[in-house]
């Protein structure tokens, strides 16, 4: 990486930083203060006088930080920072500023949240980069879409000096909507004689029909067509000879969102989750070909071991902790499902970091439990209970809900019995877990003997790219064996 200076020292000039030739990023600055600034920027910086080129480390220690997303410009103005939107998610382009959590003339401190940020996957928090006074607000509370590096607030030294940027605007920021002036009355130029256009030949005479009152004409096929969609005949204009209906105009109807007849309605807007998550999983179903696998468990063992445990711990555990330990056991067994598509090579993963589907009143999150493998059932339970409980509230960290290398979604405690998932990309495997029932089974110890067992469904959907029919019913075999067998996740 190289940075440099344009114009001459101790004025107002941009800062270039390049990577191989290409320019990343400009600022305006004071070249005097390019000391202060590079080192927020890139630690250990060491400026060369009047070549005004400097070589940067290639590898920074540090990850990007909302630092990256400041730069300092003075011009007429006092000392101050103009703090951008930075990227709260590795997959966010965009976010919706939620609420001011900091009024201007605030005192702040580095970590202090400024902002709740809506972004792709939840609502984060923003955090302020430095010690300073808010200056101004750029952008108001429930601005959507706001692009990464777009200007929100200002940050200054001295509180004296708030005042001083009640007038300050951003060339960066969008302009607002220009109200509608009333035209001036003015007199017409003297223009040249215009040619005469020419005149038009008579049109046909239009068939005229004439219609009862309240009677309306349509064709056959577009009264089929507007029953079967559900849409009033009445609310349409026809294009028809006489203004009758057609086909092309109840299809047209159906395009642009025509009411339905007799229906009433609430149009809901979109939460940039809820975009998120039909993007990923219609690309998950157009792109990724799945097949799924289907098995009963019996639960008898499993239940009578939970029942024991929770006589020993304060914390009651769920079944769910013991899925999650079980998945991740069985990926030790058969370390394929424990894999991604990475297009033109297989990733597996050398820990299991199981996802477990919460649903939120934004949409479905997945919270991770990480290395769930060399966790026990008391560390995954009060684990998972805490994410659930951060995830409701939208308090969770980026790291927390993204990656993973296996989901597990549970729809048991609504009274699904079996269900099919869809894959979670990039990972290849998600397990679908149907209710706990009661269901009378062949006992195998006793030749034509019956009973009553607790037996669960699950339905495992794999990603036939990275598992293979039979490696998917391996696992498969290895997951129920360890919970109609529990003791052997003590082994």
Same mark, same amino acid.
């Given at each position: 990486y ?8 101790h ?9 191989r030739?290409v ?6 600055i004071?070249v ?26 290639s ?7 909302p ?5 300092r /410009? ?26 001011w ?13 400024v902002?709740?940020?809506?972004t ?9 980069p ?5 200056a101004?607000?750029?952008v108001?509370?429930?601005?959507k ?29 969008p302009?607002?909507?220009a109200?509608?002036?009333?035209p ?10 215009q040619p ?5 030949l ?30 009033d005949?009445?609310?349409?204009s026809g ?10 105009d ?5 395009a ?11 149009d ?27 098995v ?16 020993y +711990?304060?914390?009651?555990?769920s079944?769910t ?9 069985a990926?030790d ?5 424990n894999?991604?598509?990475m297009?033109?090579?297989i ?10 589907? +919460?649903?939120?009143e934004?949409g479905?999150?997945t ?16 684990n ?11 308090k969770?960290?980026?790291q927390e ?8 979604s ?8 079996q269900? /099919? ?7 290849s495997?998600?397990?679908?877990v ?11 110890g ?15 959907s794999?990603d036939?790219? +990275?598992v293979?029919?039979? +490696? ?12 109609e067998k ?6």
């Open positions: 190289y940075a440099g200076v344009k114009g001459r020292m004025s107002t000039r941009r800062l270039l930083v390049y990577s030739g320019l990343l990023r400009h600022h305006s004071t005097r203060n390019c000391r202060a600034f590079s080192s927020k920027v890139v630690p250990s910086a060491l400026w060369v006088n009047r070549t005004h080129f400097q070589r940067i480390p590898v920074i220690s540090s990850p990007v930080s630092l990256t997303s400041i730069f /410009t003075y011009a007429d103005l006092p000392q101050h920072d103009v703090v951008e939107l930075p990227a709260l998610s590795p997959t966010m382009s965009q976010g919706t500023l939620v609420s959590e900091k009024k201007e003339g605030d005192e702040v401190k580095r970590g202090d949240v902002a709740q940020v809506e792709d996957k939840a609502t984060m928090d923003m955090e302020v430095r010690h300073g006074f808010i101004k607000f750029l108001g509370a429930g601005t879409d706001i692009p990464l590096g777009m200007p929100l607030f200002l940050l200054v030294d001295k509180a004296e000096d708030v005042g001083k940027f009640k007038d300050y605007t951003s060339s960066k920021l302009p607002p909507a109200a509608p002036s009333k001036t009355p003015s007199q017409p130029a003297p223009s040249s004689p005469a256009p020419p005149t038009p008579p049109a046909a005479p239009r068939e005229q029909v004439n219609v009862p009152s309240g009677r309306i004409i349509a064709s056959p096929y577009a009264k089929m067509l507007a029953a079967e969609k559900g849409l005949l009445a609310t349409l294009s028809g000879p006489g203004g009758r209906v057609v086909s092309k109840v299809l047209a109807a159906q642009t969102g025509q009411p339905l007849a007799g229906v009433n309605y609430t809901i807007e979109l939460s940039n989750m809820r975009k998120t998550i039909a993007s990923r999983l219609q690309q998950a179903k157009q792109t990724i070909p799945h097949y799924y696998l289907t009963d468990i019996i639960m008898d063992d499993l239940l009578k071991l939970r029942t024991e445990l929770n006589g +711990v304060e914390q009651k555990l079944v902790d013991f899925l999650i330990k079980a998945a991740a056991l990926m067994e058969v370390p394929e499902v894999s991604s598509w297009g033109d090579f990733r597996q993963y050398h820990s299991v970091d199981v996802s477990v589907a +919460v649903s939120t934004g479905l999150i919270p991770i439990i990480v290395n769930a493998e060399t966790k026990g059932l008391k560390a995954i339970n009060a998972m209970k805490d994410l659930a409980e951060r995830a409701r509230l939208g969770l960290k980026p809900f993204q990656g993973g290398t296996f989901t597990i549970n729809l048991g405690m609504f009274g699904i019995k269900f /099919t998932a869809v894959i979670n990309p990039p990972q495997c998600i397990l679908a149907g209710r706990t029932e009661k269901r009378v089974i062949v006992d195998e006793e030749q034509g003997s019956q009973r009553v067992a607790n037996v669960m469904t699950v339905t495992l794999c036939h790219r +990275v293979d029919g039979a +490696v998917g019913a391996k696992w498969l075999g290895a997951f129920k064996s360890l919970l529990p003791f052997k996740m003590l082994l």
